[in-house]
């Protein structure tokens, strides 16, 4: 093919893997992370509907994620937008299957709790061999309007915490026993995730629309309690419920240690989410 | 108040394992189960809750347009394992908490980080 160099501004590969190919700044070409691909292909075999923009903010995740050396260390990465249970129960990084059970409404969007019986389980077991390197987290749509409290045994290592109480907000820690203030103010809904590293050091980051923001480093025990409980971003074997939740969930997650990628880790799912959804994040 | 089948333990453990079965024998991986939960307190204490308000029988599972739970040939025999749909109850979702695991408590607020 011959390209008249008196009406083509350029040729570049756009993207650190490769992710096009352009004619000046605009993409002609779009090329699909493999890893992707197997994702879509699988969410499709289950009766998902995923147009082609839809695709390629998929493979931009991955392919971000990739290049920021951060898509090894994913060890669940869950984008409950489908619409169906089977599909939703599918993890992108692992193409494994969690299950969901009672009150769960799967929207176009987002998954919601019910309040009472809702709960997803990843079934995952033992992903993590060292408590110290763990970074979990949610999207939520919506925030819990009543209290809950859920734990998350990734291995027999790391237990992840989420509780939350309408008037004092999320408190989410890592470790058994361990749990952090993470904001004072009303929590309207955003993507939260929490950090540990060792030491322990223990990072709590917010992203809302407005903007992103690590809102404390805190360790302070809140309670303890020998039972492993989930309910409803349960992402372990073996759980049992302490209260539920009714918020509205659009990607949840676990992974090693972030450190100090949880702004650049957090717009990627933002920008993944919202391009999916057509929706804005809280 | 939530809605959904009062049972034994033994016969919840059947209805689940049934389900999970539906999936196996499809080659399916369970994405979905009805589910169970142990109630602690009131006239019903020692026995199992299994939800199934019509929001959940009507979970889109799978497929384009989705199938429903009502939608499997096993659905009927495994309802009426458990008296039929006209035997389901209401309860109130605090019999369902365990009372030996505690509520969090809000602890003072950390100094917030420079922001990013």
Redesign the interface.
Known sequence: MILASSNVSGFMVGGQTASGIYLGSTKVWQSFDPDALAYIAAIEA????VTGAQKTAISDFVAAEKAASRWTGLKRFYLPVW????????CMKSL???????????AAGYVEY????G?FNANATAIFSDADNANYGFLAKTPSTI?F?SYADFSDAASICA?S?P??DI?LGINTND???L??SPFAGGIVACDITSGPARKYYIRTNA????????N?A??S?T?A?AFPQLIASSV?????SDYQMGALWAATSYTNEL?AFTLNIKTLWETVTNLTLP | MITGFITTPEIAEQVNAAVAQAFTVRNLPQFWALGSMPIYTGEHAGKVFLPADEQILNTPLRENPPVTPQDFPEFEQLVSLLGGLEARQQIDPAVLKDPVIPDPEPQPEPEPEPEQ
């Open positions: 289950q009766g998902a509907t619409g169906i249970a089977a599909a939703n129960a599918i494994t299957s969690g299950t969901f059970s009672g009150g769960v409404t799967h019910n309040g009472t019986s709960s209290a409290s509780a109480d008037s004092t408190l749990f952090g203030l904001v004072s903007g992103g923001n690590q809102v404390g480093t805190d302070t809140l309670y309690s039972a409980a049992s419920v302490v209260s539920a702004p």
